[in-house]
Structures are given as structure tokens and as C-alpha cells.
Nanobody, 127 residues
Framework: QVQLVESGGGSVQAGGSLRLSCAAS????????MAWFRQAPGKEREGVAA???????AYTDSVKGRFTISKDNAENSLFLQMSNLKPEDTAMYYC??????????????????????RGQGTQVTVS
């Protein structure tokens, strides 16, 4: 099992920045890929960014150039640096993990079904 706990959410004005963190614990073999998803009220869950064990990254088009995903293997942590935030970025953000080494091009599709482990989420509100 993998346990994931997010932190760092909050309220920010448009154009501002936030850094989300995810603390992971449990079996390391279950974390070949890690990702951030988000879900706004009334909308489907959306893949935001992912990072693979070999440091390959993927981003949804709407956040490219504004968000950066990174990880610290020694600290078992995942991060999402968000800059130039927009009101449409408002959502609950979830950290997720996969035991699979997801191959391209599927890795770039940020499929929720590929990441069976998820945290409880942290709210990001941009006004």
C-alpha cells in the first residue's frame, strides 16, 4: 500500500504562485510514476502533471510553462510548483501514484485509471 498526504493548497490572487507538496509512504516499488490530478466542482478529474521514475515528465496543455512537477526520492516527496495561476486553476488537487512504469505515449495522456493510489487532496482557489 501507498499512503499519500498533500499540503500547500490555499487561496491566491490571479498571477500568484503556490507550491503543493505530497508526502509518500509505503512500498517504494509502487511509485514508478507519480502525478497530480485536479477536480473542480461539476467537472471531471483532470490529469495535471506526472513524473516517472526516470524523471520523464508530462503536463496537460493548459499548465505547460506555468507548472513544474518534481520529486525528491530521498524524502519520498512530490511537488507541484504553480506559477501565474488563473481562476480556471481553482480545484481540489490530488497526489497520485502508480506501481506501473507507464510507457509512452500512454504516459503523456495522464489517465486517472493508471494511478490507483490517491491522497485526500488539497484545495487551490484562485480569484
Amino acid at each position: 500500500q501507498v499512503q499519500l498526504v498533500e499540503s500547500g493548497g490555499g487561496s491566491v490572487q490571479a498571477g500568484g504562485s503556490l507550491r503543493l507538496s505530497c508526502a509518500a509512504s509505503g512500498c517504494t516499488y509502487n511509485r514508478n510514476c507519480m502525478a497530480w490530478f485536479r477536480q473542480a466542482p461539476g467537472k471531471e478529474r483532470e490529469g495535471v502533471a506526472a513524473i516517472r521514475r526516470d524523471d520523464l515528465t508530462a503536463y496537460t496543455d493548459s499548465v505547460k510553462g506555468r507548472f513544474t512537477i518534481s520529486k525528491d526520492n530521498a524524502e519520498n516527496s512530490l511537488f507541484l510548483q504553480m506559477s501565474n495561476l488563473k481562476p480556471e486553476d481553482t480545484a481540489m488537487y490530488y497526489c497520485a501514484a502508480s506501481h506501473s512504469f507507464i510507457l509512452t505515449p500512454r504516459f503523456y495522456r495522464l489517465e486517472s485509471s493508471d494511478y490507483p493510489y490517491r491522497g485526500q487532496g488539497t484545495q487551490v482557489t484562485v480569484s
